[in-house]
C-alpha cells in the first residue's frame, strides 16, 4: 500500500468521502465495508457522481485508473490520514472524555478562531472513522486543528492519538459512560487515562482540570496547564461560577454570560477559556466567542412550547451527566418543575443499579413531578405520589395526550436511542 502515492492524488481532491450520499466534485471516496453493506459496491456510483478517485479493496470493483486498489480500506483511510497529518506539521489539539466532548470541543473552536484558522471535529465523528475524516479535512491554511476523541472501549483512545498525534490534550471528566465496554468506573478511567499516556510519552501538554481530583492526581507528572476556580497553583484562576440557569463564569475580571444550561457546562466554558488564554487569545475576544455560541442539536437547549418552559437535553445521558443534570435542575428558582428521563445505554450489568440509583435520587423530592421512560427505569419502578413510569414512549405519549403538562418548567433528558425530543410534540 503506497500511501505516499495516494496521499498524492488525495492532495488534488477537493475532500474525502466515505458515503454516495454526500460526494463531491472532485473528492476521492473511500470504500469501507460496513456490517450490512459492502461499500465497494458503490464505487462505480462515486466516479459517477463526480469523485476523481475511489480506493476500494475489492479487485471486482476495480474500473479504470481512477480506482485504487488497496488491502483493506479502513486501514487506508487511517494511514492515509496519518500521514496527511504529518505531512502538515500543525498543532493539534485532542480532547475525550465521558461528557461534555462536543460542547467543549465546539466552545475552544469558537475561542481560537477569533484568532487563528481553526477546524475540528464535526458534530461527533470521534471514532476510528470519524477521526480520520478529520484530520484529512485539514489542509494548508489551516493553523490549529482540533480533534474529538470518543471510545467504548480500552486502547481506543491511545489507538486514536497514534493516528492523530496530538500536541495539545484535554480530559473533560471521568464518569459512568458506556461501562459495558471499560468493564466499570476503574475501566473508564484508565481507558481515557490513555491520552495522559501518549502526551506523557511524547512530552506534550496537557490542559488540566484541577478542580476534578482524578485529573489532578492523573496529570502530577505531565507538563500541564492547568485551571480552577480561586485555586493556589492554577495558570488560570476562574472567579466564580453560576448558572441560574444560564452559566455565568468570572475571570480577569471579565463576566461571560453563556447560553449553556447547567453547572455541569461550567468546566466546558473554563477549558475554553484557559485554551483560549494559552495561545495568546485577547481576553475581550474570549469573552465575544463564548457570549456568542448558542448550542443545538438537543445538547440543553433552552425553549418555549406553549405555555411550557423546557431544558432539551436529550442527545444523550449516563448515570454521571444524568445527575449533575438533575442537581442543577433542582437548584433553579423556577416553580412547577417536571423531569422526564429516559433509559440509558450502554451500562451493562450495571444498568439495573445505576437506573434504580437515579430513581432513588429524588425520592425525597417532593415538589416535583418525575416521569421515567424505558424498560430498564420501569424495572426498578416504585409506587411514590408523583412518580410516573412508562416502559415504552408510546405509552408516555398516550399518557401526554390525556394529560396535558402547562404552565410548567420541564428537563427532559436521555440517550440519544430514546429520542425524547419527541416529547415536544406533545407539550
Request: glycine share 6%; proline share 2%.
Amino acid at each position: 500500500m503506497d500511501i505516499p502515492y495516494i496521499h498524492s492524488l488525495f492532495l488534488k481532491c477537493n475532500s474525502v468521502s466515505i458515503d454516495t450520499r454526500k460526494i463531491e466534485a472532485n473528492s476521492m471516496f473511500v470504500a469501507i465495508k460496513g456490517e450490512k453493506f459492502d461499500a465497494n459496491t458503490f464505487a462505480k456510483e462515486a466516479l459517477e457522481k463526480g469523485a476523481a478517485y475511489v480506493l476500494v479493496d475489492n479487485e471486482d470493483y476495480c474500473i479504470d485508473q481512477r480506482t485504487i486498489l488497496v488491502e483493506n480500506s479502513l486501514i487506508a483511510l487511517q494511514e492515509l490520514a496519518k500521514f496527511h497529518r504529518m505531512y502538515l506539521k500543525l498543532p493539534i489539539i485532542a480532547l475525550t472524555g465521558s461528557n461534555g466532548k462536543t460542547t467543549t470541543k465546539e466552545l475552544i473552536n469558537v475561542v481560537l478562531s477569533k484568532k487563528y484558522n481553526t477546524k475540528a471535529t464535526v458534530g461527533n465523528l470521534n471514532n476510528h472513522i470519524g477521526v480520520p475524516l478529520t484530520l484529512l479535512s485539514f489542509n494548508e491554511k489551516t493553523e490549529i486543528g482540533i480533534v474529538e476523541m470518543g471510545a467504548n472501549h480500552k486502547k481506543e483512545i491511545a489507538f486514536l492519538c497514534d493516528l492523530a498525534q496530538p500536541d495539545y490534550g484535554y480530559i473533560t471528566n471521568f464518569g459512568k459512560a458506556h461501562l459495558e465496554g471499560f468493564g466499570g468506573v476503574e475501566g473508564v478511567i484508565e481507558a481515557k487515562s490513555e491520552m495522559y499516556d501518549y502526551l506523557s510519552k511524547n512530552n506534550k501538554l496537557a490542559f488540566v482540570n484541577l478542580e476534578d481530583p482524578i485529573q489532578a492526581r492523573k496529570s502530577v507528572n505531565l507538563n500541564s496547564y492547568s485551571f480552577g476556580l480561586d485555586k493556589v497553583g492554577t495558570n488560570v484562576n476562574i472567579n466564580s461560577i453560576a448558572a441560574n440557569p444560564f452559566v455565568e463564569i468570572s475571570f480577569s475580571n471579565l463576566l461571560v454570560q453563556t447560553h449553556l444550561i447547567g453547572l455541569y457546562n461550567a468546566n466546558n466554558v473554563n477549558a475554553a477559556i484557559t485554551i483560549g488564554k494559552y495561545f495568546g487569545v485577547e481576553d475581550l475576544a474570549i469573552k465575544e466567542a463564548l457570549e456568542n455560541y448558542i448550542p443545538e442539536n438537543n445538547r440543553s437547549q433552552l425553549m418555549t412550547k406553549g405555555t411550557n418552559q423546557i431544558i432539551l437535553d436529550a442527545y444523550n445521558a449516563n448515570p454521571s451527566s444524568m445527575a449533575v443534570a438533575i442537581a442543577n435542575f433542582l437548584q433553579l428558582d423556577n416553580s412547577n418543575k417536571i423531569l422526564i428521563l429516559g433509559d440509558m445505554f450502554e451500562l451493562g450489568t450495571e444498568s439495573s443499579n445505576e437506573h434504580k440509583a437515579i430513581v432513588d435520587l429524588l425520592l425525597n423530592e417532593k415538589a416535583i413531578d418525575c416521569y421515567f421512560i424505558g424498560k430498564e427505569f420501569y424495572a426498578n419502578r416504585m409506587d411514590k405520589q408523583g412518580f410516573y413510569f412508562h416502559d415504552t414512549f408510546e405509552s408516555f405519549s398516550e399518557y401526554l395526550q390525556k394529560n396535558k403538562i402547562e404552565n410548567s418548567y420541564l428537563l427532559i433528558k436521555g440517550s440519544r436511542g430514546m429520542a425524547l425530543e419527541r416529547t415536544l410534540d406533545f407539550l
